[in-house]
Structures are given as structure tokens and as C-alpha cells.
């Protein structure tokens, strides 16, 4: 093996798992724990700036409430280093190449208690913007450097290297930002299995080539069966090549991925690898996410007792000074404002959807010229549309509470969480039957589901929204339909953890 510090150095339906050999393993009440270890950017409630942190939350807890013994890997952000609970230095890690010396912590997640490693560098982590970019919405000019030390770190704890006496039986590496671990782990002999979930292909990791040794991999790294991607580097592409397996957020997403244009110019790669490909639903906090519980919210409410759903309606509209009509269908969007949520869809329809009586509420941040048109179409009808630009988690709850239906026209959607929190919250989901948006929602029972990718497709839908609400007894029904729906984590969990095991027991490591 090389050295480390070198150079070189929910239903089955909905499964569409490749036929994989069953693993042979009898249970026993004495075997040991199966050790995980989960590299992420960002975890909720540390980190967030979208779903991967929500995932990389409920997952991990999950895991071990079902008997694996799964631990994060974070980079020491200030929030991070703010929020954990109890850290303490567990080691020094030193001859990283282009690092030096780096300070490994160990605590605790502050809502699960999920075993949690952070990496203190503050050079790297401790800075005054998010995680990827800086107040300016610009990304970091080392973001490269940034996360490669990730992603070198989480192999490293995965190696006979590791100054642990904890090692992982299996890495699990999430979007681009880990993507170099498999990668560092091939190169060091595949000490473990490495998986590579995809929760977002849009964001590659693309860098200039010539990092790709300064970062510590061989030259020979840098090809089409490497870490090439159209004469630029990929951290992402690094993952899906050297992975032993990879998995994306939902069923349809991992079918959509293996042609163009879903694929992002990977889909050669991805359709090459297609029996090593699956796709897991995720599911959702039903904890953080339960109507009958949620404190952000002015009253509770539950499929058994309806009321206060109308009450958080009205607080809503108060609110955020919308006019209060009970009769009003009420639309609510929570979203980044980017072309990929069909954000410029719901903006061409929302004068129509006024002038049939609706109202709108827009709560997100994203593309500057997104940010001003939403004001704008909010400016042009008060009372009738609010828009508020930014994230705010309570408001955000109290959104999916107050509002009737619920927009996502995302032209592609790896899995989504909003419309199974709508479902749950009694809201009614509007959908493209795009990825997981598909896979979660019933078109006609639990929601609608538009196949054409327009404008016209989603006003389309909405008008059959409309024209349902029209009807209470009926539109109660479609209600209860999405709130007895269980997206719970468990289902899900089971899943990673049968697959955790046919990799770790086909490894022959």
C-alpha cells in the first residue's frame, strides 16, 4: 500500500436497485456494530445551505437508531465549531502535503448526539461567508484546496493510517466536495469500500488540471478513465469513477442520470456503471417535520383534527400582510431562486393565478435577477403575493403549514424534501414529474404531477388545483391522502444499511 502522506500517494415498486448477489451473513445478538463513516460538507442544523445538510442529518441518526455505529466527518466551520456539543482534540494529523499540521476534534451532533469529527483548520474553514462562497456570493478561490482536505481526511480515517483506534468498515462520500476520497482510497490500495451519493449532478467540483498532482494524485489520474472531464479536473467525477458503488436520492433520478441531458456530460460514465447504480429515496425528519408538534408554528394540527390548519393560514397572511381570505387558495413556494427550481415558470403564471382568486407567498435566495423579479411581481400585487428574499427556518415551517398547495417546477429534482413536508402538513403539492418529485407524489391522490416542461404544463396543473378546491369534501380527501403517507428515514436507512453490508462482505477486505 502507498504511503499516505505522498503525492501518489419505500416500497419495492419504487426500488431500481440492479439485480446485486444477496449477502450470505447470519445474524447474531453479539456481532459487532457496522462502522460508518459519513463525509459530508454540511449537516443541519451546524451547516445548511440546502438538502444535502438535511440528509446528512436524519441519515446518520437513522443509521444508528437501527444498530450501525455511523459517524460524521465535517469541516470545522466557525458555526460548526460553535454548535457541536462536547468537542474535544482527539488528534493531530501532520505531513498532509499542502496542509501541515491539522487538528482533529471529536463530539457530538447537538439534535441526535451522532458521533461527530470536525476538521479544525482554520485557514480553511473559519471564514465570514457560507461554507462554499463568500458574502458576495462568490466562490472560494481554494475551494479545491478546501475540500480536497475533506475528502483526504475521510480516507485517511478510513486507512490502517488513521491515528484512531475507531476505523470505518465502509466510507460513505456525498456530493462533489468529498468526491477526491474514493479517489485517494483507490490509490492507497481500497483499504475500505467507498460510496458515492449524488445529491445534486449540477455541482461537479470542475478545477484547473493542474492541480491534480499538487493535490496528491498520480498523474495518470488525469484521463477519461480518471478524474478528466472535458480538459478540466472533477472532484466529482473522481467519486463516481472510483467508487466501489454509487447511489442518487430517488429511483428515477439514477434512470434520468444515465442519458443527456440530466447527465451533465457524465451520463457515458454513469450508464457504464449502471449495475453498480441505485437509487434510495430519502426520506424526511418526522420529528422536526409533524404539524401536531412543530413549535414554529401558532397552533397545531393533525389529519384527525383539521382546525388549526386554518388558523395557521390566517397567522400567515397576517403576517406577511396578504389579505385574509379564507376562500383564497393560498400557493407556497419555498426554493432556491434558481433556473433549476422553474422559479422563472412560477413567475410567468402568478398574474393568472391571482386573477383566478389565488395568492402566493415565495420565500427563498438564489440569482440576483430571480431575487428582483419575485419583489416585483410581489410590488405588483399586495395583498395578493408576498415575496420575501433569504432563508428563515420558522418561516419556512409556518409556510408549509399556512399554505393550500404547494409549487415545485423544478425542470430536474434529484429527490426534494419540501413536497413530502407538504404531504404531511396537509398542504397539496404542485409537481414536475421530474427525479424524485415523481416518485413521491401521486398524481390525482396526493398532489398533481405535470409532464410538460413549460410555464403553460405548470399553469396546466394548477388550474387543476384549482378547479379540485372548488370541491372541499374532495380536496380534503387528496389532503389526507399526502398526510397518511410515511416518508419516515427508517425505510430508507434500511436500504443504505443493506447495501452498506453486500459492499463491505463483497469487498473481500
Not at 228 to 236: H, Q, T
Not at 238 to 251: C, K, M, N, R
Not at 361 to 390: F, N, T, Y
Amino acid at each position: 500500500m502507498r504511503e499516505w502522506y505522498s503525492p501518489h500517494n419505500r416500497s419495492d415498486a419504487n426500488d431500481n436497485r440492479p439485480p446485486m448477489p444477496r449477502p450470505r451473513v447470519r445474524a447474531t445478538r453479539h456481532a459487532p456494530a457496522m462502522k460508518v463513516l459519513f463525509a459530508t460538507p454540511e449537516a443541519r442544523p451546524l451547516v445548511k445551505t440546502g438538502g444535502l445538510a438535511d440528509v446528512s442529518a436524519a441519515l446518520p441518526a437513522a443509521l444508528c437508531a437501527i444498530g450501525l455505529d455511523c459517524r460524521l466527518l465535517l469541516p470545522g466551520y466557525s458555526a460548526v465549531l460553535a454548535g457541536a456539543l462536547d468537542l474535544q482534540e482527539r488528534a493531530w494529523l501532520y505531513d498532509l502535503p499542502g496542509f501541515g499540521a491539522v487538528r482533529l476534534l471529536q463530539g457530538r451532533m447537538p439534535d441526535s448526539g451522532v458521533p461527530l469529527y470536525v476538521i479544525d483548520y482554520p485557514y480553511h474553514y473559519q471564514r465570514e461567508g457560507g461554507p462554499y462562497q463568500d458574502a458576495h456570493g462568490r466562490d472560494y478561490p481554494d475551494n479545491a484546496w478546501r475540500f480536497a482536505l475533506l475528502s483526504r481526511i475521510a480516507a485517511l480515517l478510513s486507512s490502517p493510517a488513521s491515528p484512531l483506534d475507531w476505523r470505518p468498515d465502509l466510507l460513505h462520500c456525498n456530493d462533489w466536495q468529498t468526491g477526491l476520497a474514493p479517489a485517494y482510497l483507490h490509490f492507497a490500495g481500497r483499504p475500505v469500500p467507498a460510496l458515492m451519493t449524488v445529491h445534486n449532478l449540477a455541482y461537479q467540483g470542475i478545477f484547473p488540471p493542474d492541480l491534480v498532482t499538487a493535490l496528491g494524485l498520480p498523474a495518470e489520474s488525469f484521463s477519461i478513465d480518471g478524474v478528466e472531464y472535458y480538459g478540466n479536473f472533477s472532484f466529482l467525477k473522481a467519486g463516481l469513477y472510483y467508487a466501489d458503488w454509487i447511489s442518487t436520492v430517488s429511483p428515477s433520478y439514477a434512470e434520468e442520470i444515465q442519458r443527456a441531458p440530466l447527465g451533465m456530460g457524465l451520463e457515458g460514465l454513469l450508464a457504464g456503471r449502471r449495475e453498480r447504480l441505485t437509487g434510495i429515496l430519502n426520506g424526511i425528519d418526522t420529528a422536526d417535520w409533524n404539524p401536531s408538534s412543530d413549535l414554529h408554528l401558532p397552533c397545531s394540527y393533525s389529519a384527525r383534527a383539521l382546525t388549526g390548519k386554518r388558523r395557521c393560514k390566517l397567522a400567515l397572511q397576517q403576517d406577511l400582510n396578504l389579505d385574509p381570505l379564507p376562500q383564497a387558495p393560498l400557493a407556497g413556494v419555498i426554493s432556491r431562486l434558481t433556473y433549476q427550481k422553474g422559479i422563472d415558470w412560477i413567475l410567468a403564471v402568478a398574474d393568472r393565478w391571482v386573477a383566478a382568486g389565488g395568492q402566493l407567498v415565495i420565500l427563498g435566495k438564489g440569482e440576483a435577477h430571480l431575487e428582483a423579479d419575485c419583489q416585483a411581481v410581489a410590488a405588483r400585487h399586495p395583498g395578493r403575493i408576498a415575496a420575501i428574499v433569504g432563508y428563515d427556518e420558522g418561516l419556512s415551517h409556518r409556510v408549509e403549514a399556512g399554505a393550500d398547495l404547494f409549487l415545485m417546477p423544478s425542470r430536474f429534482e434529484p429527490c426534494g424534501l419540501n413536497q413530502m413536508y407538504s404531504q404531511r402538513y396537509g398542504t397539496v403539492p404542485v409537481v414536475h414529474a421530474v427525479g424524485g418529485l415523481k416518485d413521491t407524489v401521486e398524481d390525482g391522490v396526493t398532489g398533481f404531477v405535470f409532464l410538460e416542461p413549460s410555464a403553460e404544463g405548470l399553469w396546466q396543473a394548477m388550474e387543476r388545483a384549482l378547479a379540485l378546491w372548488g370541491d372541499p369534501d374532495s380536496w380534503r380527501r387528496m389532503m389526507l391522502a399526502g398526510m397518511h403517507k410515511d416518508f419516515s428515514w427508517e425505510a430508507s436507512a434500511q436500504r443504505y444499511a443493506w447495501l452498506y453490508r453486500m459492499l463491505v462482505l463483497t469487498s473481500g477486505r
